[in-house]
């Protein structure tokens, strides 16, 4: 199973400042990547697919970059909306798995 | 609107059973493969099933295998989980997802206690 990590479990960003965001799998899960965002009390809402792909009605402040085993999230200027948590989850091995999460929080 | 509606959950006692339900609308079912999710509390999302668009084709994750079944009817546009020898740590919301997440059910509460 390849296990996903992500960096930092929490990230305290003030409004406007720029969120950087890491993943590591254990191997090369190639481009096949997706990173989400979760609210509390809310289903999760799909960001970037294939590691770099914005996915419908994506904010341009949000970008994926990496491959192999290191893939970073950033979100240029946050924005309010934005704290929540993030995940990413390697979609090229089976099982599937999801990294931890990374709460992104006021700071 | 696209949009997956779950049904389903509840309470159950351990070694029980339950089924769940997902039913789209406003898109083709039949083009998408469908994933299950779930969320114990407070705690990431962790990855359970997938179905392809078939049906003939499933995979799980390796502490729901041989206790749950994916399963689909294109027919009614819907997806299921049946699952059986429920445990205490398989008490989560559980999320139908289409393909790798682009959409989303609202989740459903399975609870696994005596």
């Known amino acids: 199973e390849i296990v996903m990590t992500q960096a930092p479990a929490t990230l305290s960003v003030s409004p406007g400042e720029r969120a950087t965001l890491s993943c590591r799998a254990s191997?090369?899960?190639?481009?096949?990547l997706a990173w989400y965002q979760q609210k509390p009390g809310q289903a999760p809402r799909l960001l970037i697919y294939?590691?770099?792909t914005r996915a419908a009605g994506i904010p341009a402040r949000f970008s994926g970059s990496g491959s192999g085993t290191e893939f970073t999230l950033t979100i240029s200027s946050l924005q309010s909306e934005d704290f929540a948590v993030y995940y990413c989850?390697?979609?090229?091995?089976?099982?599937?798995?999801f990294g931890q999460g990374t709460k992104v929080e006021i700071k | 609107q696209v949009q997956l509606v779950q049904s389903g959950g509840g309470l159950v006692k351990p070694g029980g059973s339950l089924r769940l339900s997902c039913t789209a609308s406003?898109?083709?079912?039949?083009?998408?493969?469908m994933t299950w999710i779930r969320q114990a509390p407070g705690k990431g999302l962790e990855w359970v099933s997938y179905?392809?668009?078939?049906?003939?084709?499933?995979n799980y994750a390796g502490s729901v295998k041989g206790r749950f079944t994916i399963s689909r009817d294109n027919a009614k546009n819907s997806l299921y989980l049946q699952m059986n020898s429920l445990r205490g740590e398989d008490t989560a919301v559980y999320y139908c997802?289409?393909?790798?997440?682009?959409?989303w059910g609202q989740g459903t509460t399975v609870t696994v206690s005596s």
């Open positions: 997802a289409r393909n790798i997440g682009d959409v």
């Open positions: 406003g898109f083709t079912f039949s083009d998408y493969y």
């Open positions: 179905i392809n668009i078939g049906g003939d084709y499933t």
């Open positions: 191997q090369s899960v190639n481009s096949i």
């Open positions: 294939g590691a770099s």
């Open positions: 989850h390697q979609y090229n091995n089976w099982p599937r798995t």
